[in-house]
């Protein structure tokens, strides 16, 4: 897995686009309208940021699972926020399931009016 090919990926979701906040070189994903758009992914050159569960303690069961290749993010890692590695230790359909995953969870908290047609499916 790479950057390139998650972006692909990310942006074949319903209602997905990137962005560039900060004007790093990779973008983030966001979900929803551009004023009310959240984002589901951090994409970076060696992984990929993700919301790992609902809480910290559902997310911690990706540190466990892949120690070294799963951390917690910088910031808002107390929210349930995990960086994924692309380092290969991490199997490629994992990684797609939680980036799923992220974009699930982040969605079902959108405020209906924002929420894609067909995420749900």
């Known amino acids: ?14 209602g997905a686009w990137p962005d560039n906040p900060w004007g790093h070189d990779h ?13 589901f992914a951090f994409l970076g050159p060696d ?5 790992g ?14 120690p070294g290749a799963a951390s917690v993010m910088a910031y808002i890692g107390r929210s349930g926020w995990n960086d994924l590695s692309f380092s290969g230790t991490i199997p490629d359909e994992e990684l797609l399931e939680a980036v799923d995953e992220s974009y699930r969870l982040v969605v079902a ?13």
Do not use: N
């Not at 979900?31 to 009310?36: D, L, P």
């Open 1 to 14: 897995m790479d950057a390139e090919s998650l972006l692909a990926y990310c942006l074949a979701k319903p």
């Open 27 to 39: 973008p983030v994903m966001k979900v929803g309208e551009s004023t009310g758009g959240k984002i």
């Open 109 to 121: 908290k959108l405020p209906k009016k924002y929420r894609p047609v067909g995420w749900d499916d």
């Open 47 to 51: 992984g990929v940021g993700v919301k």
């Open 53 to 66: 569960g609902p809480s910290r303690e559902a997310a911690d069961e990706w540190l466990a699972r892949y």
